[in-house]
Every structure is written in C-alpha cells, then in structure tokens.
C-alpha cells in the first residue's frame, strides 16, 4: 500500500502565497500519476492539479492555470503544489492522491487508489 501525507497548509492572506508538500512511502513503482484535489465546506471534492511520476506531465483545472504550479522530486518521494496570488475561493482541506492507472481521468476522484489525510489551506480577504 502506498502512503501519502501532506504538509504545508496554513491561514494566508488573499494574493499570498503557499507551498503544500506530498510525501510517498511503499512501493511508489507503483504509481502512474499524483494529484492535488481540493474540497471546500459543503462542496464536492474536485482536482486541482496532477503530475506524471515518469514523464512529469502536468495538468490543471482551469481556476488555478497560472497561479498553481505541481512539480515532484522522485529521489525524495515528494510531490509539491506551489500556490501563488492565492483567493478566498481557493480556501479547502488539499489532499494528495495517487493512481496506478493511466486510464483513470484526472478528475475521477473515486477512482484514484490512494489518499492523503488533507492539510487546511485558509485565504483571508
């Protein structure tokens, strides 16, 4: 079983910035792609950003194309999301999440295999 734990989150004031980390263990040769997904009070979760573990392919849902930036660092094991100009409508509990197969789309999130216990990332205005 692959284990995720995230870090980073915290209370920021809107046009801040933030940087989450994802920390992998076991057997993380198993992975195909890590993602951050996102859920606000009373809202349904939603995916935020992925990367590729081999190629580092990237993808973005179109709120965060330009202010987030996904990039890993395999030697470490560790997938980070640099938050920049953050919103209040950016504030939600972040999760990491990673699948083992490249056929589950990015935004399928209960088809993705593994899961993060979350970090709060607050805006303020």
């Known amino acids: 079983q692959v284990q995720l734990v995230e870090s980073g989150g915290g209370l920021v004031q809107a046009g801040g910035s933030l940087r989450l980390s994802c920390v992998a263990s076991?057997?993380?040769?198993?992975?195909?792609?890590v993602a951050w997904f996102r859920q606000a009070p009373g809202k349904e979760r939603e995916f935020a950003a992925s990367?590729?573990?081999?190629?580092?392919?990237?993808h973005y849902t179109d709120s965060v194309k330009g202010r987030f930036t996904v990039s890993r660092d395999n030697s470490k094991r560790m997938v980070y999301l640099q938050m920049n100009n953050l919103r209040p409508e950016d504030t939600a509990v972040y999760f990491c999440?990673?699948?083992?197969?490249?056929?589950?789309?990015?935004?399928?999130?209960?088809?993705?295999?593994?899961w993060g216990q979350g970090t709060q990332v607050t805006v303020s205005s």
């Open positions: 999440a990673a699948v083992k197969s490249a056929a589950v789309p990015v935004a399928a999130a209960p088809r993705w295999d593994y």
């Open positions: 076991g057997p993380t040769y198993t992975i195909y792609r």
């Open positions: 990367i590729t573990w081999g190629a580092g392919i990237t």
